[in-house]
């Protein structure tokens, strides 16, 4: 039990699928984040929310989109993706302080066919 | 510029021995935090250990310890006592207070322990 709870841990899904990865966390922290990690590439920074308002987004292709209703709760969805999408999906969540280290989920990972 | 530089992409030890794996960061922040993490074939990253700029002594957390030398900007992580339930990735990153990538990771060092 990690503190960050991820699901689901493996998606498979069509282009045409709309599907969304939900992220819960009961940590009391104050920001939480989505990463993509691809095979022999290095993590991939996607969203960032702090007190539940998005602060960062770079530069994410639009058919990934974000949702923080809460400070507890955190969803990616995916709509016509590609089969380079397919990659692990990591959430996180910590404090807004230099001295905090992330609480990492267990990943989603994602097969796009 | 924030980076984070590990150079090792692989690593072998030998089981029961000690291993060190290297990280270089630069930042001109004088207020950091440096991390490292594991990453088993499982994909979840696993939180080690952690050195704040500011301290003193170097860190250590049961068998894994943190070699900081500030003036030469590095953050070894070294594990003593291999087991094989050590073979995974490994990440160093770094925390900082400014920029817009204030969490930087870098690219991992791949740990096998052998038998």
């Known amino acids: 039990e990690t503190g960050v709870t991820q699901t689901p841990r493996h998606l498979v899904m069509g282009m045409t699928n709309k599907k969304s990865l939900k992220c819960e966390q009961h940590?009391?922290?104050?920001?939480m984040y989505w990463y993509k990690q691809s095979a022999k590439k290095p993590l991939e920074l996607m969203f960032v929310y702090s007190l539940e308002e998005r602060v960062e987004n770079n530069s994410v292709p639009s058919r990934f989109s974000p949702e923080c209703p809460n400070s507890s709760h955190l969803f990616l969805h995916l709509h016509t993706l590609q089969p380079e999408d397919s990659a692990l999906y990591l959430c996180?969540?910590?404090?807004?302080?230099?001295?905090?280290?992330?609480?990492f989920g267990s990943g989603t990972r994602l097969t796009v066919v | 510029a924030q980076k984070i530089t590990q150079t090792q992409p692989g690593m072998f030890v030998q089981e029961k021995e000690a291993v060190t794996l290297d990280c270089t960061y630069d930042?001109?922040?004088?207020?950091?935090?440096l991390f490292w993490y594991k990453q088993p074939s499982s994909g979840e990253m696993i939180f080690l250990i952690y050195q704040g700029s500011y301290d003193q002594q170097n860190a250590t957390e049961g068998r894994y310890s943190l070699n900081f030398q500030k003036a030469r900007k590095s953050a070894n992580l070294v594990i003593s006592a291999s087991q094989l339930g050590d073979s995974a990735m490994y990440f160093c990153a770094m925390r900082v207070e400014s920029g817009t990538y204030k969490y930087i990771f870098g690219t991992g060092t791949r740990l096998k322990v052998l038998a």
């Open positions: 930042t001109s922040d004088p207020s950091y935090g």
């Open positions: 996180a969540s910590s404090q807004e302080a230099v001295y905090y280290g992330y609480t």
């Open positions: 940590l009391g922290h104050n920001a």
